[in-house]
């Protein structure tokens, strides 16, 4: 078999991103989403809740304008205000047009490929190729996948989501137990914590190679696949399970999903909303759109576990 070429980053991808980002929210090409953040700790777990009102009325993606058309692909082609840069030798980084949290950006197929497929070699060595360069600036960034109806995602074209840790944090100081907030996918992977949703974890390092990194992702996808059915689980093509994967410097998680969202109610019992998660519940950050949905979630904290069961698995 020929030998992967290695992705090739950008120098300073840090600076690249921000720069990039301030650029595009001040010409009005990324739409900056502000939020407020309380901290919640189920099953003692420092746990991120997000609000953002302005969120609810975020537009709709463009219909195709043929009644049989392909709908809009932002990553097809993506317009240079949106083009962080070229990830050769297939992949491309772009920034995130509907933000919450500040330099959000997306590793994107040059080729379209299917979100619904299990991730090949290269696009595991573009994702950590990505997190070394923010590494090697002194900085950690969170990486997660979304695959399949219950996941979270919302764009057919195979995409890998990048956050930077140090972003995530922001508003974090002055908020009740604030700093007690870290990566979920690293604290699941190092100490002894569980959420009540099955997740499958492993550490991984800067000296693994780009095949034994790959093989640890298949490994967990495996697992997963083999927790909802019997039988082989292939490796490539189409994914037999919803799930989110997450990846930093040193852990990966990957969990199988049955359900995108959970219904929640108030003290009163009346339905205020269905609070929806995506890959970034491996991070620990859980995001409310309306004011009833943040109001019944501070005032129980409790509702949080309930809508954790309700994602997945149990654990």
């Not at 890998?160 to 699941?188: F, K, S, Y």
């Not at 083999?226 to 969990?255: D, H, R, W």
Request: aromatic letters at 8%; charged letters at 20%.
């Amino acid at each position: 078999m020929a030998e992967m070429t290695r992705p090739v980053v950008p120098q300073n991808l840090p600076g690249l991103v921000k720069a990039a980002f301030n650029k595009a929210r001040a010409n009005g090409d990324v739409t900056y989403y502000p939020t407020q953040v309380a901290v919640l700790t189920p099953n003692s777990i420092p746990f991120q809740l997000r609000f953002s009102p302005a969120l609810a009325s975020k537009p709709k993606a463009p219909k195709p304008k043929e009644p049989n058309g392909k709908p809009f692909n932002p990553f097809e082609n993506p317009s240079p205000a949106m083009l962080v840069a070229d990830l050769p030798p297939s992949h491309r980084l772009v920034l995130n047009k509907f933000a919450v949290v500040p330099e959000h950006f997306i590793l994107v197929t040059k080729e379209f490929k299917p979100q619904t497929h299990v991730l090949e070699k290269n696009d595991i060595a573009a994702t950590f190729a990505c997190i070394q360069a923010y590494r090697a600036e002194g900085q950690e960034l969170f990486a997660f996948f979304n695959s399949g109806p219950h996941s979270g995602a919302s764009q057919p074209h195979r995409h890998l989501q990048l956050l930077p840790v140090e972003r995530m944090r922001d508003g974090l100081e002055g908020v009740d137990r604030g700093g007690e907030w870290n990566v979920l996918a690293d604290i699941l992977t190092t100490s002894e914590k569980a959420v009540p949703f099955k997740v499958f974890t492993r550490r991984v390092s800067s000296d693994m190679s780009a095949e034994e990194r790959h093989n640890a992702y298949l490994e967990l996808y495996r697992r997963a696949v083999k927790s909802v059915y019997l039988g082989q689980v292939p490796t490539e093509g189409e994914a037999k399970i919803s799930y989110n994967f997450a990846m930093t410097s040193s852990s990966m998680a990957l969990c199988p999903r049955t359900a995108e969202g959970t219904a929640i109610r108030n003290k009163s019992g009346d339905d205020v909303g269905v609070v929806s998660l995506n890959g970034t519940v491996l991070a620990g950050t859980a995001l409310v759109k309306n004011q009833a949905e943040w109001d019944a979630l501070r005032e129980d904290p409790d509702m949080l576990l309930d809508i954790l069961k309700g994602i997945g698995l149990p654990s």
